[in-house]
C-alpha cells in the first residue's frame, strides 16, 4: 500500500540491479542498500528435460544415482507430486523416495520436515547413500536440505532459482557422476525453437502463461546453459521481469496474448487492494475510517467467502480438521502407526481433555481447490457443519472449548475414506489428501485436482 503511494515505478530504474542480496526501504522516497557477505558461488549446469513424464524421469534418475545420490523433484501441483511418487516408489522402491507437499496432516508434514532436515541437511552425519525427495512448493521455502541434483518443474524464474538454492548448498563429498551442480527443468517443450514452448496445464493455473513464457525466455539465453548462484540472482530476475522482452518472432502472438492477461490480472488485483489502501496518516483517537472499506468478520456465515477473501490476495483456502469416525462409534485423531488417541465424548474441561483438544485442532489439512473454490465452497462447509451437528452428543463440548469452537470437521471412516460434495476424498499416510472428482456438476468445469499448488 505505501510503494503504490509513493509511486515507486519512477524509483526502479536506479535499483543497483547487480547487487545481492538487496533491501529495499521505502520512506518519503525509496533508496537500496546493498548487504555484503560472504557468499559461496556454485555454478549451476541446466539442461531440459522435454519428457516431463514420471518415465522420463525414471530414465533420468536411474542413470544419475547408478552411484548414489540425493535427487530433488519439485513439481507445480500435489496431484503431480503425487504421481510422480508412486511411478518412483514402484521404480527404486519406496524405502528410497520420499514426498512432501501441503496435504499432508500438519503434525506429518512437520514430522517429514524435520526427518529431511535432520537426513539432508547442513551436518549430513545421517545422510543416505540414495535417496529421492518429490514434493511440491514447500521444498523451496525455509527448508535447509541439500540435494545431489534438481529436476524441476518450469515456474517464474525467481521461484526456479530459489528451488536452485536447494542445489549443492553445502560442501560436502558427492557421487562422481554428481559433482557438478546439475538442474534439469520440465515441464515445458523446447524453449530454443521459433516456436513458443507448450507448458503443463496445471503450472499455466497457477502461474499463468505469462511467467512460464519469461522464465523460457530468460532459461534459453543463458550462456552455455550455466548460471552462478547467488551472483547472478539480480539480472536473472530483472530480464525475467523487465517491461519488454525482445520474445522471437514466432513468440509474439501468444507472448502478447498473455501479457494482455497478465496485465488484466494484475489490475484487478490493484483494483481490489484500492478498498483497502490505508489513509495519509493524520491525527486521529480512533481508527475508524482508517480505510476506506471496512472487512467483513471471517467469522460469520452469512459473510460467506467475502469475509475470508479480504484477509489476503491469493486464492480463497479451507483448512479443516480431519477425524476419523469408525464403525464402533467412536471418534479417533488419525496416526499412521496405531488406532489414534479417542477424543472423549463429552469433551469436558478437565486437564486431560484440553490436551485432547489440542491434539484434536492440530490434525488439520488444508483442502484442495476442488473443494475450496468460490463456486463450491459453501456447498462443502454446509456439508461438513451437517455432519457435525447430525453426531449431535459425540461432539458435545466442542464449541465449549477454545480450541475447536468455530472448527470445520471432515470425518473419515476406517478406511480413511469420505465423501464431500460430489467428490470422493482419501487420505494416504504416504501420500497426503487425494480428492477424485466422479459428479462433474459438483465443481463446475473450470476445478481440477491439476491446478491446485504447493
Not at 521461484?159 to 558427492?174: D, F, K, N
Not at 507448458?199 to 550455466?226: E, T
Not at 487492494?273 to 495519509?280: C, I, R
Request: net charge negative; with cysteine; aromatic share 6%.
Amino acid at each position: 500500500m505505501l510503494l503504490r503511494r509513493l509511486d515507486i515505478a519512477q524509483h526502479l530504474v536506479s535499483a543497483p540491479v547487480a547487487a545481492y542480496p538487496l533491501i529495499t526501504l521505502a520512506s518519503s522516497d525509496v533508496t537500496w542498500v546493498s548487504i555484503d557477505q560472504p557468499s559461496a558461488q556454485t555454478t549451476v549446469q541446466i539442461h531440459q528435460l522435454e519428457n516431463a513424464e514420471s518415465d522420463g524421469i525414471i530414465r533420468l534418475l536411474d542413470e544419475k544415482l547408478i552411484d548414489g545420490g540425493i535427487a530433488g523433484v519439485i513439481v507445480n501441483t500435489v496431484q503431480r507430486a503425487q504421481d510422480i511418487y508412486e511411478e518412483l516408489a514402484d521404480a527404486f522402491g519406496p524405502d528410497q523416495v520420499r514426498l512432501l507437499h501441503s496435504r499432508f496432516l500438519a503434525p506429518e508434514r512437520a514430522r517429514k520436515e524435520r526427518e529431511l532436515v535432520e537426513l539432508l541437511g547442513r551436518d549430513g552425519r545421517a545422510r543416505p547413500d540414495k535417496l529421492i525427495v518429490v514434493g511440491t512448493q514447500v521444498l523451496e521455502q525455509s527448508l535447509d536440505i541439500d540435494f545431489d541434483v534438481l529436476v524441476t518443474d518450469l515456474a517464474p524464474i525467481d521461484l526456479v532459482l530459489q528451488r536452485m538454492g536447494r542445489l549443492h548448498r553445502h560442501s560436502r563429498h558427492r557421487p562422481p557422476r554428481l559433482a557438478e551442480a546439475t538442474c534439469y527443468v520440465t515441464g515445458a517443450s523446447t524453449w530454443n525453437g521459433e516456436t513458443p514452448p507448450d507448458f503443463l496445464s496445471g503450472s499455466k493455473a497457477i502461474y499463468g502463461s505469462a511467467a512460464l513464457l519469461r522464465a523460457s525466455f530468460v532459461l534459453g539465453k543463458l550462456d552455455a546453459g550455466r548460471i552462478t548462484l547467488p551472483s547472478d540472482i539480480p539480472h536473472l530476475v530483472a530480464q525475467g521481469y523487465a517491461d519488454t522482452i525482445d520474445v522471437p518472432d514466432g513468440w509474439v502472438p501468444e507472448f502478447e496474448m498473455a501479457e494482455e492477461q497478465r496485465v488484466k490480472d494484475t489490475a484487478q488485483t490493484q483494483e481490489k487492494a484500492e478498498d483497502f489502501l490505508l489513509k495519509t496518516p493524520g491525527r486521529s483517537s480512533t481508527l475508524t475510517g482508517f480505510t476506506p472499506q471496512q472487512a467483513q468478520d471471517p467469522e460469520k456465515r452469512d459473510d460467506g467467502v467475502q469475509g475470508r477473501a479480504v484477509v489476503r490476495d491469493s486464492e480463497d483456502s479451507l483448512e479443516v480438521i480431519v477425524l476419523l469416525h469408525g464403525a464402533d462409534g467412536l471418534i479417533r485423531i488419525p496416526h499412521p502407526h496405531g488406532e489414534g488417541t479417542v477424543v472423549p465424548s463429552p469433551l469436558t474441561d478437565s486437564a486431560v481433555d484440553r490436551d485432547i483438544a489440542r491434539q484434536v485442532a492440530a490434525s488439520t489439512v488444508v483442502l484442495p481447490r476442488v473443494l475450496s473454490g468460490g463456486w463450491v465452497v459453501d456447498r462443502v462447509i454446509d456439508e461438513l457443519e451437517n455432519l457435525s451437528e447430525g453426531l449431535g452428543n459425540m461432539v458435545a463440548g466442542w464449541q465449549r472449548s477454545y480450541w475447536l469452537k468455530g472448527q470445520l470437521v471432515l470425518f473419515l471412516d476406517d478406511t480413511l475414506n469420505a465423501r464431500l460434495a460430489g467428490m470422493s476424498v482419501h487420505y494416504d499416510y504416504e501420500k497426503g489428501l487425494q480428492v477424485t472428482k466422479d459428479d462433474p456438476s459438483a465443481s463446475g468445469t473450470s476445478a481440477t485436482p491439476e491446478g491446485d499448488a504447493q
